[in-house]
């Protein structure tokens, strides 16, 4: 799945804004950057591994980020 900027909601609830994705100088590994669109509306990064990867929740596998309706990208 690519990550494309736009709003997602955690899988806690929480809403972010991509921004888009980065490359760790050194080691080539690709991050996610991203704010908060609650609180201090801080920056985040996270590796793109972490952030695409699934969470179980009453044990069910969901997305730990869901790009959020309306911000669905065009088709190819």
């Known amino acids: 799945m690519a990550i494309v900027p736009g709003r997602y909601r955690h899988y806690k609830g929480g809403e972010y804004e991509v921004i888009g994705t980065a490359r760790h100088s050194e080691t080539e590994e690709e991050f996610v950057v ?11 990064i996270r590796p ?3 952030f695409l990867e699934p969470v179980i929740v009453a044990g069910q596998a969901r997305p730990r980020f869901q790009l959020m309706a309306g911000d669905t990208p065009p088709p190819p």
Do not use: H, T
């Not at 991203?34 to 985040?44: D, P, T």
């Open 34 to 44: 991203y704010r908060a669109l609650y609180g201090e509306r801080g920056l985040w």
């Open 48 to 50: 793109a591994a972490l």
